[in-house]
């Protein structure tokens, strides 16, 4: 899916979804922003998300009011920015990156959740099916999951002595992910029997 066409999705969640969903929100809308990373290496996207948001007539100071919140690599702090985020009632969530969608979902069954997934949503129990979501969830997948294998592969072809895989193990969704699993399956074809997996990279 396009931005323009992702942030016009987002634009329009307050209007798609039920109006008992909307009828708590007085005056100016609330979007609620979620993510795990930090507030200074996201700037550029966050640029992007209020330009999409201006091209769709959405001004945030204006007509649209913006509450973020940054775990700042620390996904364990996700919940309870999640729970803030629901007692201030947005009329959407827009919840970035899998982590902060999950504890977004669960959270709340009430307020409309527009997420972004570089994981398998369905794997990772955000959506019932792509065709059907369900409850009160919708969101964009971006299919990256060969990534990690290609780069383990030309790795391979450089260096072929090294394979290692740096993940956030405090990443509950990525720690246990079929990408972990696709990517040691991968370096045990080339011959790999024990890939090397760890860090606590935050980011």
């Known amino acids: 899916m396009k931005r323009r066409e992702f942030i016009t999705l987002l634009g329009g969640a307050a209007v798609a979804w039920p109006l008992s969903a909307r009828?708590?929100?007085?005056?100016?809308?609330?979007?609620?922003?979620?993510?795990?990373?930090?507030?200074?290496?996201?700037?550029?996207f966050v640029a992007a998300f209020t330009e999409g948001l201006k091209q769709t007539d959405y001004l945030e100071g204006r007509n649209v009011a913006i509450e973020y919140r940054w775990a700042e690599?620390?996904?364990?702090?996700?919940p309870k920015l999640a729970a803030d985020l629901v007692d201030r009632r947005p009329t959407v969530i827009m919840a970035s990156g899998n982590t902060a969608a999950v504890a977004a979902k669960?959270?709340?069954?009430?307020?409309p959740i527009v997420f972004t997934s570089g994981l398998d949503p369905i794997q990772i129990g955000l959506v019932a099916s792509f065709n059907r979501?369900?409850?009160?969830?919708?969101?964009?997948?971006?299919?990256?999951?060969?990534?990690?294998?290609?780069?383990?592969?030309?790795?391979?072809?450089?260096?072929?002595?090294?394979?290692?895989l740096l993940v956030n193990l405090a990443n509950p969704n990525l720690?246990?992910?079929?990408?972990?699993?696709?990517?040691?399956?991968?370096?045990r074809l080339l011959g790999k029997a024990n890939p090397r997996i760890g860090g606590q990279h935050r980011c």
């Open 23 to 44: 009828a708590q929100q007085p005056g100016m809308p609330v979007i609620g922003f979620l993510s795990g990373a930090s507030s200074d290496t996201y700037q550029p």
């Open 73 to 78: 690599g620390q996904f364990d702090r996700l």
């Open 106 to 111: 669960r959270a709340t069954a009430t307020i």
């Open 133 to 164: 979501p369900g409850g009160n969830i919708t969101g964009v997948y971006t299919v990256s999951s060969e990534m990690p294998i290609k780069s383990l592969e030309l790795l391979h072809e450089l260096v072929p002595a090294a394979i290692g």
């Open 175 to 187: 720690s246990e992910s079929v990408v972990v699993k696709e990517v040691e399956a991968a370096a």
